[in-house]
């Protein structure tokens, strides 16, 4: 294989503009043979060979003496499909003294990402085709892993007028991203009549930021002004989270409308979900997973986030409908924001915190104290993605699928620091813990673009296309 030396992430930054062609994008042309790791396959896990050919699965347990280039030696480790994080925010365009397409990229490749779907709460906002394909042409020249953008819904008041057009007609996008109660930036859609053209008259899927707007207004009014951070989640308590929920789910069953509830953060949102249709689909996040109100007075404004952390009760909640199924996803609403800015006193302090580098080595922590199975971590973090966004060829070890793999070391033990994170943002709310299992080595599209601790930064992901109806 033709390695390129390792580069610094920062020093790394192309703006040459691709454009979306397979054909014409650059290809390895290796063939590697991973041998003797332990693979979560949509069967269960075996100990079997798999080979990859360029940019895809050739075969799975291929015949002994098949040629390969280069052989990676996986003894001990364990192979998994590429982590695919349906909810990030890069900041690029705009923010991105936060983070970049490719700084947020490098931490993906470091935490087993290899698919991102990133937020259109960028500045300007992603509501347009043209914002749209600036983002795919941007993260095409300087993305390490592979990427796809939602089309964010518009409405004004004063006009009644909203981009409704535009959602029905773009394409070159995983789907609909609503803001039903507003959070980082201005994008909010709270008008009845809006929403239900949207569910009506759109066939991309949907997704949406479920808090309810007024709710949270009327909070402000009552903590606001106390300064203490605890209060965030007086504010955005469990009924905004509810009442949003609720009404989101109403628009999408009544309309039979594809749509995925974006972090659910309580215990009563998991009632909703035990009887909604199966085309509403939900998802959990790290930090409302391991954190909960009693950490604030470890970590203050540092887990201050949209939705707010609930409590240990609502923890438990999540982790049971996630086992049982009502929560099919986990992603990480990576949202960057300097430290600086996280430590100016509440409400002055951002929402939002960065997690894509941590995400899946927290799960597997959580699998080594037996909260889940590898094979569960498999389906939350890469099969269902795939499938509720309807990723082509993605989330599985298969035959024809995209080599997007991750070795993982289940026993390996190491250290979050905040020195240590790629995210522009540089640190972590989960500073200093110590954790069980990590990946070890990530490939995207065929390529090894994560390995030994460092990231291959001249490795070019590639924009994923979707099956939906678009
Ligand atoms: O806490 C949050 N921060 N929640 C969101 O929904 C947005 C995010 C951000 O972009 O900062």
């Known amino acids: ?218 909070n402000i009014q009552r903590y606001a002004s106390t300064g203490n951070v605890a209060d965030h989640s007086r504010i955005r308590d469990t009924s905004a989270a509810y009442i949003a929920t609720k009404r989101a789910i109403d628009l999408a069953t009544r309309h039979h409308h594809p749509f995925h509830v974006l972090h659910v953060s309580t215990r009563l949102e998991t009632e909703l979900l035990r009887s909604a249709p199966e085309w509403v689909t939900a998802e959990a996040c790290p930090h409302h997973l391991f954190f909960s109100v009693d950490d604030y007075e470890r970590l203050g404004t540092l887990i201050q986030m949209n939705p707010s952390v609930k409590t240990a009760d609502d923890v438990a909640g999540l982790w049971e409908a996630l086992h049982d199924g009502r929560i099919e996803v986990i992603a990480t609403d990576h949202a960057p924001h300097t430290l600086d800015e996280k430590r100016q006193p509440y409400p002055k302090s951002p929402s939002g915190l960065p997690a894509v580098e941590n995400s899946l080595a927290l799960m597997l922590d959580a699998a080594s104290k037996g909260k889940c199975t590898l094979e569960e971590i498999v389906g939350w973090m890469c099969e269902a993605p795939a499938r509720i966004w309807q990723i082509d060829r993605k989330g599985r070890i298969e035959e024809g699928f995209d080599a997007d793999l991750v070795l993982v070391d289940l026993q390996r033990r190491h250290t979050i620091e905040n020195q240590n994170q790629l995210t522009k943002s540089g640190w972590s709310p989960w500073h200093g813990e110590t954790l069980t299992g990590q990946p070890v080595r990530t490939i995207v599209m065929g390529q090894t673009v994560f390995a030994e601790g460092r990231v291959k930064t001249d490795v070019r992901g590639r924009e994923a296309t979707f099956r939906a109806a678009r």
């Open 1 to 218: 294989m033709d390695w390129q030396p390792w580069i610094e992430p920062s020093r790394c930054q192309r703006d040459t503009l691709p454009k979306f062609d397979r054909a014409l994008e650059s290809s390895s042309d290796v063939r590697t043979l991973i041998k003797n790791a332990n693979c979560v396959l949509p069967s269960g896990v075996q100990k079997v060979d798999v080979l990859v050919d360029n940019s895809t699965i050739l075969g799975i347990a291929p015949p002994a003496g098949a040629a390969a280039d280069e052989v990676i030696d996986a003894a001990g480790l364990h192979l998994i499909p590429g982590v695919i994080d349906d909810q990030v925010h890069f900041r690029e365009p705009g923010l991105e003294h936060k983070e970049d397409l490719h700084t947020g990229s490098v931490a993906c490749a470091k935490g087993g990402v290899t698919t991102f779907l990133e937020m259109p709460n960028t500045r300007p906002t992603t509501t347009t085709p043209e914002a749209l394909l600036d983002k795919l042409q941007r993260a095409a020249s300087k993305s390490v892993v592979n990427f796809g953008f939602y089309i964010g819904a518009t409405y004004d008041q004063a006009t009644a007028s909203s981009n409704i057009d535009v959602l029905k007609s773009v394409s070159r996008t995983p789907g609909i991203k609503i803001f039903i109660g507003s959070s980082t930036g201005d994008l909010l859609v709270d008008d009845q009549s809006a929403l239900e053209q949207i569910f009506a008259e759109t066939t991309l899927p949907i997704c949406a930021h479920c808090e309810d707007e007024t709710t949270v207004r009327e």
